[in-house]
Structure formats: structure tokens, C-alpha cells
């Protein structure tokens, strides 16, 4: 009796773990899909920002990445981000800091590094649920339309950023 007790209870605990999360990602935005619409405060202005309002159709390719402001490895991304978003006027990057102190810290953190992107705010980390990510660096790649074209979770400091680089460049070619 104790063998088919526990092992109900064990079948009934997957059931209602392995549901959600298959449901979970097949609801998850892919590369083809249009990103949906979400509006956040710009992190130095304050502003709302509409994707569809502000953002979509306003560059040839936008990169949406989510970061925190501690990740070493979201630094290094960005950094990459920052010199092709100058190297190419139609390459906008919109940092969606998903870090519980970024409507303090975004000023420091931009005055420090300088990057060429916007910062939007999303510090429950509502956000990246939608496109499969639990973690940061990943990111978002959109054309003019709001398509999906590309999306990429992680991002290694130790390996070459060539691929991501490659990648995006592939978009002006």
C-alpha cells in the first residue's frame, strides 16, 4: 500500500510539474513570431516606452537584451552591442535591465560605461519569461516589421564574440 502511495504521489507531481512548463514553452515567442508589445520606463528618463509605439519599425534590426547590471558576461555583450550599434545607424539596442536595484544604479552604470543603448527597466523580470529566458545575457533580435529574427541565450567571456558579431553584421550585408 505504501509502494502504490508513493507512487501515485510521484506520478501526480510530475503531472502537474512537466504541464506547466511544456506549456510554458510552447507558448514561449521564436524566431519568426512578432515580439510582443510591452511598454517599460526608460531608465534615466523615466519615460514609458511602447514597443510597438517607440521602438518597432524605427531601425533596419534592434537588439533587445536583458541584462543585470552585475553580470560580467552582459557587460562584455553589451560592450559588442554598443560598437555595431555605432558602427551601423539602422542597429538600435535596448538594454531591459532586469536587475532589482536598476532604477537606482542606470545612471551610475551608464556615466561608467558609456554604452551606446537605451535602458528600459523591468526589475520583476516579466519580460524575458515570454521569449524562454530565465537568465541573463540573452537577447531578442527584431527587424523593422517587429519579427522575430533572432534570439541567443548566454554569453561566454572567455569564448571570441565573432558569431554573435557575424551574426548581427549578416543583417547589413
Do not use: H, W
Amino acid at each position: 500500500m505504501k509502494r502504490f502511495f508513493l507512487t501515485v504521489l510521484t506520478l501526480s507531481m510530475l503531472f502537474f510539474l512537466v504541464i506547466p512548463l511544456e506549456s510554458a514553452r510552447a507558448s514561449e515567442l521564436k524566431e519568426g513570431d512578432m515580439m510582443g508589445d510591452f511598454s517599460l520606463p526608460n531608465g534615466l528618463t523615466k519615460k514609458i516606452t511602447n514597443f510597438n509605439d517607440d521602438i518597432k519599425g524605427k531601425s533596419k534590426i534592434t537588439v533587445i537584451i536583458f541584462a543585470n547590471t552585475a553580470c560580467s558576461a552582459c557587460r562584455k555583450e553589451l560592450k559588442l552591442l554598443s560598437i555595431l550599434s555605432t558602427k551601423y545607424d539602422d542597429l538600435t539596442t535596448y538594454v531591459i535591465l532586469v536587475d532589482m536595484r536598476g532604477k537606482d544604479i542606470v545612471a551610475d552604470y551608464n556615466d561608467q560605461f558609456r554604452y551606446n543603448v537605451t535602458y528600459l527597466l523591468d526589475p520583476e523580470f516579466t519580460i524575458p519569461p515570454q521569449y524562454g529566458y530565465s537568465f541573463t545575457p540573452s537577447l531578442v533580435v527584431v527587424d523593422k516589421e517587429g519579427v522575430i529574427v533572432y534570439k541567443k541565450g548566454g554569453f561566454s567571456i572567455i569564448k571570441d564574440d565573432t558569431p554573435l558579431r557575424k551574426k548581427l553584421e549578416s543583417f547589413f550585408d
